[in-house]
């Protein structure tokens, strides 16, 4: 659902960069209280798992593919506010680096896949866990609840961004039909990944998964034929800190962020994504303008100057994976950092000694 330039006119835009500026100042404050030493290089690998997962499209109709937006994933995984920058953090550099996503258009794609979807699939996702038993297993139902419902949701911003600044006269009534209609076989798509990708988290680290976090169940005993509550274990020694680890996730999602995008994203569906039909059929595209970095070494996914299109499309893929990490743990570690400032600087003094 990246919005090319020219499919939104000059005001709407500006006006869509000032609420994705805005949103992302406050994320910035906002994950200073999600991120620490532990899922602060967590954040900048799920940045690049995105990266990765939305080379992938996958066929939802004929003619027709979508991808991963990565909202509800990153919201579930590291926590609202750092799900809203990791989001951005990828479509900055799909801008900048591979010519996706408009870059006047970059204020409408932030709040579109960035802002909207982390809203609607966390709303929905906590909604959904007040009323389900706690448990592994709800957090995954409610994380696919979550993602399915938060494409259609971006669709329907668009909708709405089309109608105030769309460049071309297409019936509003159209465009929402079809751009809501194609979205939601997307959200399923999204909804599967999303509940896979956060079920296999929690099976091996869920003290990492963010909202997992206080859904514990206790153990229980039976006695005399009912259920009690068990004691809580106290360790007879101390956790060793390799076990703490996030050393071992950390690597194996990155290796897996690079074969996605380094070797699977070879066979992805070449079809148009559902913002590109939906445009191509309706007419929305008539005044898009060529993207402003088309002649990046990395545009369309692919290295300039290397004739092999498998091995171009994959050498442009782990060059995005690797770049993505880099500059997202960077930001997360900078964000980290200031929250540990902060603290510092509203710790109460220690006494002195007379």
């Known amino acids: 659902m990246h919005v090319p330039d020219g ?10 960069g000032a609420v994705a500026a805005t949103a992302v100042a406050v994320s910035l404050r906002g994950a200073r209280r999600e991120l ?13 798992f995105i990266f990765a997962v939305q080379m992938l499209n996958f066929p939802v109709a004929a003619g027709t593919s979508g991808h991963l937006l990565g909202g509800a994933l990153a919201a579930i995984l590291v926590g609202p506010y750092t799900g809203v920058l990791c989001v951005s953090v990828v479509l900055l550099m799909q801008g900048i680096l591979f010519a996706d996503g408009g870059l006047t258009a970059l204020g409408v794609n932030i709040t579109n896949m960035a802002v909207v979807t982390v809203v609607v699939a966390y709303a929905v996702f906590r909604g959904l866990l007040r009323l389900l038993p706690a448990g592994r297993r709800s957090v995954t ?8 419902l938060s494409v259609p949701g971006a669709a329907v911003m668009f909708t709405l961004f089309y109608a105030l600044g769309g460049t071309t006269d297409v019936p509003i009534g159209k465009v929402f ?25 929690i099976a091996v680290r869920p003290d990492l998964v963010h909202g997992a976090r206080g859904l514990a ?16 274990a106290t360790p007879a020694v101390p956790v060793p800190a390799a076990a703490r680890s996030t050393r071992p996730l950390w690597i194996s999602g990155l ?72 500059v997202g743990t960077g930001i997360f570690w900078a964000v980290r950092r200031r929250r540990a400032e902060d603290l510092t600087a509203t710790a109460p003094a220690a006494p002195s000694a007379h």
Not at 7 to 16: L, R
Not at 183 to 200: C, D, M, Q, R, S
Request: proline residues 4%; glycine residues 12%.
């Open 255 to 326: 290796v897996t962020a690079l074969v996605l995008a380094g070797f699977v994203s070879y066979y992805a569906s070449s079809s148009p994504d559902g913002l590109e039909k939906v445009a191509a059929d309706q007419g929305i595209d008539a005044k898009a303008r060529e993207h402003a970095a088309a002649g990046s070494p990395l545009a369309d996914y692919s290295v300039k100057d290397v004739s092999d299109a498998r091995l171009s499309g994959g050498l442009a893929g782990i060059i995005g994976v690797g770049g993505t990490v880099l």
């Open 141 to 148: 139902v409610a994380a696919f609840a979550g993602a399915l």
């Open 36 to 48: 620490d030493e532990r899922t602060a290089p967590l954040a900048g690998l799920v940045a690049a």
């Open 177 to 201: 039909t079809a751009m809501t209609g194609v979205h939601v076989l997307i959200g399923i798509g999204e909804a599967v990944i999303t509940a896979a990708t956060v079920g296999a988290v």
């Open 217 to 232: 169940v206790p153990l229980k005993l039976r006695v005399d034929g009912q259920l009690i509550d068990a004691p809580a």
């Open 7 to 16: 499919f939104i006119n000059a005001p709407v835009s500006v006006a869509a």
